[in-house]
């Protein structure tokens, strides 16, 4: 548990890379590895990796598979610890290796350990996709959300739920991934007191994507995994929200290319579904008893266009 794997997923983002590269080069902690993945970018960002940090371990795809890349990295880690980063993080620091290393030795089933996402340079939140008010960042508490640019997992808990579906290619992945751990007996907590910045860039990140992978992937979500009448609650908040996002930012015709594709697979993935364990069931119970009020979120999340639902 003491060796950290650090795993950054690059897609077309060269100048992002570079940057989170060379604040990694800074941490001290001299037990740890970092692997890139280029997910297929073709752009020349692998060479500039190669030239500028030659003790990076470097994994080139030939094309995006999108969460599949991130599946190699994680293939690839020696780890206990493996930390994913996307290319547009910052600020992670020797501070926070340390405090992952205490929280996975004091947590024997911690599964996963989900960062504060940040602005860069500040503490204002950004990102913020748990079941709690934006005001509980700075605490601890147990989420069934996993930011896949900004967490550590334990190692041995990826080998025994499984790698990232990579038929879902990106958007809720990560709650796919969840689910499993939740329902092997791990933990997910999320903790204030690991932070990086996002230095969002936009480079890379089609204006559709969001409106179609969000839409189409939590249909699969509710198929897979959900009770019935949970998923009906579910796939109504969720399908409704993303059409008034997709009506209000000119999308609608990604919204109607994913409830069809959606719906084409749910006999498929009906035949793979797995419902919550009674302890899944009472994890999420519990998780979803501290969410904002349905007006709050609104308030919230109409005011932000390209908003995801993850």
Not at 210 to 220: A, E, H, P, S, V
């Amino acid at each position: 548990m003491t060796h950290v794997s650090i795993v950054v997923l690059t897609y077309r983002r060269p100048e992002a890379v570079l940057s989170l590269l060379a604040g990694l080069a800074r941490l001290r902690d001299a037990n740890h590895e970092v692997i890139v993945v280029d997910n297929g970018g073709g752009d020349g960002a692998a060479e500039a990796v190669r030239a500028a940090h030659p003790g990076v371990r470097l994994i080139v795809l030939p094309e995006n598979i999108g969460v599949g890349a991130r599946n190699r990295g994680l293939e690839a880690a020696r780890g206990g610890i493996v930390v994913t980063l996307d290319d547009d993080m910052v600020d992670f620091d020797d501070a926070d290796l340390a405090r992952l290393r205490a929280a996975f030795a004091a947590q024997p089933r911690l599964g996963a350990l989900c960062f504060k996402v940040t602005w860069p340079g500040t503490d204002r939140v950004r990102d913020w996709v748990h079941r709690r008010p934006v005001a509980d960042a700075d605490q601890t508490f147990p989420t069934y959300e996993v930011t896949e640019g900004a967490v550590a997992w334990r190692r041995h808990a990826l080998l025994e739920a499984g790698p990232y579906r990579e038929d879902f290619f990106i958007s809720h992945e990560g709650l796919d991934l969840a689910y499993r751990l939740l329902d092997r007996g791990w933990e997910i907590v999320y903790d204030g007191g690991v932070a990086v910045g996002h230095d969002h860039r936009a480079a890379g990140r089609p204006g559709w994507r969001r409106y179609y992978y969000d839409t189409r992937n939590l249909i699969w979500i509710a198929v897979l995994h959900q009770p019935a009448g949970y998923a009906a609650g579910y796939l109504a908040r969720g399908l409704g929200a993303m059409l008034v996002y997709s009506l209000r930012d000119g999308q609608l015709p990604a919204w109607l290319r994913a409830v069809r594709d959606g719906l084409q697979r749910v006999p498929e993935l009906g035949r793979e579904r797995r419902v919550w364990s009674a302890a899944t069931r009472a994890y999420v119970a519990a998780a979803d008893a501290h969410r904002p009020g349905f007006w709050a979120l609104a308030r919230r999340r109409l005011g932000q266009k390209g908003f995801s639902l993850e």
